[in-house]
DNA sequence: CTGAAAGCGCTAACAC
DNA sequence: GTGTTAGCGCTTTCAG
């Protein structure tokens, strides 16, 4: 049999039709066992598949979309850093993703700005996407694009986007609610803030769980401080903090701002947690071995993301139909040695024991 | 509020022969138009374009692909992991393929089996790619997967038998080289090195850089320790280490596992970098602001993204001729309170400020 | 259960 | 400079 060479030398890729003449079947009846589609026989279905890897033979899903209008493809718009929360997130997308059928497009804006989540939004319609993930959108004005596929947007609130948009999140208020309750527990008066840049969704919900917390005890709500999740900017919020002796407790919205903030506390000779409790959010592992052990709220990515793609397909392949109810995701508190007790006034207090405790956690529903 | 705005009840999408008639002019110009082809008056041109914004026109790719036989995307195999390494070359690779024309599409393969990444490749190579990323490949036996699009190995030496492979790397073995040597010109005797696992080609590359800097002076080799990234991995080695009153140098391959390593050693009662100095890998921020800030060298992943995916870009357009020839990529060195001389043998030597020296570094070619 | 025909929306050659 | 004619490889009708 001659075999038509391609350039580079190798050998034209095999075609549908290669394989139905292999099996001695039309191509419609290859389609059908590619396809999964029922009602071809066990025998006819098992010569198919044979003669498919005999010739190495690959679909090519472009023919394929062209001809269903289905890309089997999911984009994703993700922000362009490095960081431990950003990237578990993709990371938790990507696994979700896997096995669902689907393949990943992604596009990474780089500063979230409207016209870049357009143009990124704009080029995976263009490549051809089912559905369209924004990973933690941020808060500005309107995205000046017309989609006609479903949206997911992951870590924004409810009640957001446009006609066919669903949405998931990690539950950060929830999170953000523990972390504070925690530090009250501990006996402190209030808890001081460290937010995100409040452009962010993931940001301002964690502050809305703080406020939540601090006003459920009638606490006095200090005045927010706003990062912009790098050490740096932790630090440089903490010289400021470390000034104001009334601060005994303070929830940072991410656990590098946190490990910033703890730096310049130390330095500024106010001890933690022995002086001032502090709390991440996160819960990146490294962070149970530097001194002292971070305490913090480990983000459920994993099953923010499954949830999140389970309601994204179903507005994909049921559009008419209710979508899965939301269900509660897990807050997992990880108290390791940056908290502790206030400082009793008499300043005589219990010396909190800077402990080895690597990662005892307590988790809640 | 990022918000998408969409359209519930969607009309058919305009397609090239709407535009063109809008424009009055056939099919085949619209299409020189939108690729950028010449010999189109300028007139037609701007014809054509404001009939397809009107229309709100959106190319449609799985028709461009399979007529034209070129995707215009680029795939690739990444590491599950959200470890900061990783996750920073994925966001370099995303970030040097932005503007190049091309697409990505991003399959991750989660450890890194020859199975896992012949899945994976499978998959990328069914949706269409012209060309195939391997980020941080593993060593391990052949992939069993027919590739015949290029593939560029990001931090490996080729490893499928495909004749079109190239690679391209962070220069790992010279940033190992690096820092030991900086342990050496510190005047500590020799220095041990915990390895990432030895199944990774980033792992290997140090471990070789870390014995050509010793083998060029001549100086013991002691044996290698192996960790899995992980800072608890650190950690457990710096136990061993700990016990050892001949370690006063370590050269840890990455970050994390650093941190973990130092902790062990502290809590053994080994002051570093009083006792022992430890030198990481990578280059995360965040560990200028831990107790003691961490010394370490920062791996140019941008650098590196953008030289690799120039030469796989070539390869893919240009197959018959050389690629690029490869420059040399920065190593920096940033040198910040983990590492100090080695402690006098009367134990009265010079106290090592452990200074606030946040990122104090130095650079070379 | 299986097959034959007719496109999906675009680009590649060639004509004009 | 521009238009015409064929497909790209698959899935969809709709017959058998």
């Given at each position: ?294 305490t ?37 508190l990880v108290v390791r ?23 005892s956690q307590?988790?809640?529903?």
């Amino acid at each position: 049999m001659t075999r038509v060479v391609g350039r580079g030398g190798s050998p034209a890729a095999p075609r549908s039709a290669d394989v139905a003449q292999l099996a001695g079947v039309s191509r419609k009846t290859v389609s059908r066992v590619l396809n999964n589609e029922p009602y071809v026989s066990d025998d006819v279905r098992r010569r198919v598949i044979e003669a498919a890897e005999e010739l190495g033979y690959r679909l090519n899903n472009a023919a394929r979309t062209l001809a269903s209008g289905r890309t089997c493809s999911i984009g994703v718009v993700a922000l362009g850093t490095a960081g431990y929360g950003t990237a578990s997130l993709l990371v938790a997308i990507e696994k979700a993703v896997r096995g669902s059928g689907y393949a990943l497009r992604v596009v990474n804006t780089l500063d979230g700005e409207p016209d870049d989540i357009a143009a990124a939004v704009d080029s995976l319609l263009e490549q051809g996407v089912d559905g369209i993930i924004v990973s933690e959108p941020i808060v500005e004005g309107e995205v000046p694009v017309r989609v006609d596929v479903p949206v997911l947007f992951l870590g924004a609130p409810p009640a957001f986007g446009g006609s066919r948009a669903v949405t998931a999140g990690v539950g950060a208020d929830l999170l953000a609610r523990a972390a504070t309750d925690h530090l009250l527990e501990l006996g402190h008066q209030t808890v001081h803030h460290l937010a995100g840049p409040l452009r962010w969704y993931a940001a301002r919900d964690r502050v809305e769980g703080w406020r939540t917390a601090l006003a459920a005890r009638g606490r006095h709500q200090p005045p927010l401080l706003e990062g912009d999740w790098s050490a740096a900017s932790g630090y440089l919020a903490g010289r400021e903090l470390a000034a104001d002796p009334e601060v005994t407790a303070v929830f940072v919205s991410g656990d590098d701002m946190a490990i910033g903030l703890i730096h310049a506390l130390t330095e500024a000779g106010r001890r933690v947690p022995h002086d001032v409790s502090v709390i991440g959010f996160d819960g990146n592992p490294v962070f149970a071995y530097v001194t002292p052990p971070l305490t913090t709220v480990r983000q459920p990515f994993d099953a923010a993301a499954r949830e999140g793609l389970k309601r994204l397909i179903h507005a994909i392949e049921e559009p008419d139909t209710e979508g899965p109810s939301s269900s509660d995701l897990p807050v997992e508190l990880v108290v390791r040695a940056s908290t502790a007790p206030p400082p009793t006034s008499s300043s005589a207090g219990p010396r909190a024991s800077s402990s080895r405790s690597h990662s005892s956690q307590r988790s809640s529903a």
